[in-house]
């Protein structure tokens, strides 16, 4: 009898070591298996005040362009300027064979003097009473249609010689010498650069941060060079696809040097300062769905996905955050690479 309780005594305690070793070998090691916290830097938000400066990308538009034709029709039988040629106001453009109108100019000529002797010889008549009013008339009706024909004449020679409309530079010439003129055909194309404009596309978003009269520098990367101009058009309708405004700033060309198609590069100040929450360029991201976020340091050292709205950039390396953000609250500024919303932190 000792012997069996021995035996079940041995046993029970087998039993209970082994479910003992089972239990220790299925838990799992939570030390081994919980993620070590991501090395992160960080960075206090911070609201500041200061003048915002804003940059944009544009090009240099002429202040008019103009297509000129003859107002008469004729034959081209002299071109006097090329494509890229700089005319002044007044210069001759070209000019076509004025025979046709010359002749009838002379035609025009000898009927008013025909028409005026006629009215002469009247006149004393009518003036003795020997000479109805109405036929008297009639001769005052025939000397004015006289003069009106030949200042037509007169105008028609005028025409056959086309002069620039403005001073500019010639970027399309179509009339050789040889081919057919008339009213509505154009023969060049002038665009006028003493005065030209930097052209910008601005978003609706940004609008609201411009204002004419404002001061802008354009620097004209192909000149390697800047030039001071103002804003002084900003269109209210904005372009029905992209959504964006059009912002002239207008320049001084007396040299000739800026030449439409040029790129530049415009940066704009706002007179007044004003608070502002500026964070690295470095810990904005946006995700598949074009949704704008940063990643904070929340309670716990954990890291907390925070979705904002970014503004204008203010220099190289940092972004305005319209909304999102305030202060009290920790931006992780590097280590972003594999962080996920909850992830756990260090710094």
Do not use: W
Not at 45 to 73: D, H, M, N
Not at 302 to 313: F, M, N
């Amino acid at each position: 009898m000792e012997q069996l309780n021995l035996f079940r005594t041995t046993l029970a305690a087998s039993l209970i070591g082994g479910t003992f070793l089972l239990s220790q070998c299925g838990e799992p090691n939570k030390k081994t298996e919980e993620a070590a916290p991501l090395k992160v830097s960080v960075q206090p938000v911070q609201v500041t005040s200061r003048i915002v400066k804003l940059t944009y990308s544009g090009s240099i538009e002429p202040e008019t362009s103009a297509e000129v034709g003859f107002a008469v029709p004729g034959i081209v039988n002299q071109v006097a300027v090329e494509e890229g040629q700089l005319v002044h106001k007044g210069q001759l453009l070209a000019a076509i064979d004025a025979t046709e109108y010359n002749n009838a100019l002379t035609i025009a000529n000898a009927g008013l003097e025909q028409a005026k002797d006629m009215y002469r010889r009247l006149e004393d008549l009518y003036k003795k009473g020997s000479l109805p009013e109405k036929d008297f008339i009639d001769i005052k009706t025939k000397v004015a249609q006289a003069e009106a024909n030949r200042s037509i004449n007169a105008k028609h020679i005028t025409d056959s010689r086309l002069v620039s409309p403005l001073s500019g530079i010639i970027t399309t010439k179509r009339a050789v010498e040889g081919s057919t003129a008339g009213p509505g055909i154009p023969a060049f194309t002038i665009i006028k650069t003493d005065v030209v404009y930097a052209q910008l596309s601005i978003p609706e978003s940004e609008i609201g941060e411009l204002q004419q009269g404002m001061d802008a520098v354009v620097f004209i990367p192909t000149l390697n060079d800047s030039v001071k101009g103002r804003v002084v058009i900003i269109n209210p309708q904005a372009e029905k696809t992209s959504r964006t405004y059009t912002v002239k700033i207008r320049l001084n060309n007396a040299g000739q040097r800026l030449l439409p198609g040029m790129i530049v590069n415009v940066s704009l100040s706002r007179s007044q300062a004003r608070e502002i929450t500026v964070v690295p360029a470095t810990a904005v991201f946006k995700d598949a769905d074009e949704l704008t976020y940063v990643y904070i340091a929340g309670e716990g050292r954990k890291a907390i996905r925070r979705r904002v709205t970014t503004g204008l950039l203010s220099g190289s390396q940092e972004v305005i955050i319209d909304a999102g953000l305030g202060k009290g609250d920790v931006i992780i500024t590097e280590g972003i690479t594999n962080l996920k919303d909850g992830s756990a932190i260090s710094y």
